[in-house]
């Protein structure tokens, strides 16, 4: 393998924190097993990496399959009704998509990916373009099954039930979820908290969202695997500490969401984890949640080659030094909430992001040239160049 959002309704109710959330930065590392998760998944998500298409036959001209949240929503949220956002902002989070159809000011990821492999067709939205379109993203999706928003297992199912719908060994089938789930995981950890439990409740009540989402990724990756895909291409949770909406809650709570973004990724990867005192437990199984992790299903699916795309770094990065990507403001949304005049900034193209959660189309183009740039392919390779930066190495 290769390493290359929450609230509670959909798409994006905006995200607050109790106001009895006062833990510390220190007193939310405070249990022996979120520490040692969190160390241990930064340093992973230094050090893996996937392999190449080993066992499938993806080329440019492949088609996309596509199932998503609102980073690769190019249409279907608005298809099924999301009113549309528009000037005066009600805030850093969205409740449905902006003018442009989508959670962004251009076109996104995706798009662009789509494009550069020569299917650009199927990236266009499954509820607008019912005949031509592969992309089943739909914005406040999340991995795991969720009330009131059409996640992973329903993105997967209506493909799967749809007649005429297959998926062989040449399409290379994009997974990218993680961020409402996180985004999940952190109003649980402030809801127990305000409830008068302990930070070690949280902590355990958190991480089981987590757990619950990892687990839906493998079963449908494994429903996918019986119907015939063999090219994976996952994205993992992005940085969500280092967005606006989450660092606009003060530190404490910008250190949890990069602290449940990072176990996300862990678990995502290398699965379960075994807990000092548990008898050789995880967090996931103490929750009766069973997960393998991506590098180990590679092996339960004979012929499957999954590549896990590293986009927490990826931010992570970009954020930290805007500059070395041609960007000027990794900190602030670029919409303003509650005016008219002046709402949108006025050079969005230099921003990382466009909301308090999701990219400007300039990043969602940074995005999308990392992500082509991991693709087994030489003459993508020839045609776009390697990329500015690596965030991968090979682990086997």
């Not at 749809?162 to 789930?181: C, E, I, P, Q």
């Not at 619950?212 to 429903?223: D, R």
């Not at 919409?335 to 189309?361: E, M, N, Q, S």
């Amino acid at each position: 393998m290769r390493l290359i959002k929450s609230n509670k309704s959909p798409p994006g109710e905006t995200l607050q924190m109790p106001g009895e959330y006062t833990a510390t930065a220190s007193s939310c590392r405070r249990n022996r097993w979120l520490t040692l998760c969190t160390v241990c998944c930064l340093a992973l998500l230094v050090g893996t990496a996937p392999a190449s298409f080993a066992h499938g036959d993806y080329r440019k001209g492949s088609h996309l399959l596509i199932f998503g949240d609102s980073l690769s929503d190019t249409g279907n949220a608005a298809a099924l009704g999301a009113g549309i956002t528009l000037r005066p902002f009600e805030g850093l989070i969205p409740s449905g998509p902006y003018v442009t159809l989508r959670f962004t000011n251009g076109r996104t990821w995706i798009e662009r990916l789509a494009k550069r492999i020569g299917a650009p067709e199927t990236a266009k939205a499954v509820f607008q373009f019912p005949d031509k379109g592969r992309n089943y993203a739909v914005g406040g999706g999340r991995a795991r099954p969720v009330p009131g928003s059409f996640n992973l297992p329903e993105q997967v199912g209506l493909f799967l039930s749809s007649a005429g719908n297959t998926v062989t060994r040449r399409d290379l089938v994009v997974m990218a979820f993680g961020g409402n789930d996180v985004r999940d995981a952190i109003v649980e950890f402030g809801d127990v908290l305000a409830s008068g439990g302990s930070v070690a409740a949280a902590q355990f009540a958190s991480a089981q969202i987590l757990c619950q989402a990892v687990a839906s990724i493998e079963q449908n990756i494994g429903w996918l695997h019986e119907a015939g895909a063999r090219n994976l291409f996952v994205m993992n949770s992005a940085n969500l500490g280092a967005t606006p909406a989450i660092t606009v809650l003060g530190p404490d709570v910008s250190t949890l969401g990069t602290e449940l973004s990072a176990l996300f990724n862990l678990l995502l990867a290398n699965g379960d984890t075994p807990l000092p005192g548990t008898g050789g437990l995880g967090i996931c199984a103490l929750g009766m949640a069973n997960i393998q992790g991506l590098h180990a299903l590679e092996t339960a699916f004979p012929g499957i080659d999954i590549m896990l795309f590293d986009v927490f770094t990826l931010l992570t990065e970009v954020t930290a030094e805007p500059e070395a990507f041609h960007l000027s403001n990794g900190t602030d949304a670029c919409i303003t909430p509650g005016v008219l005049v002046g709402a949108i900034c006025r050079k969005p193209r230099d921003y990382v992001f466009w909301d308090g959660i999701h990219p400007t189309a300039a990043m969602h183009r940074i995005v999308a040239r990392e992500a082509a740039a991991q693709l087994p392919s030489a003459s993508f390779a020839r045609k776009h160049g390697k990329p500015r930066r690596h965030f991968t190495r090979r682990d086997k």
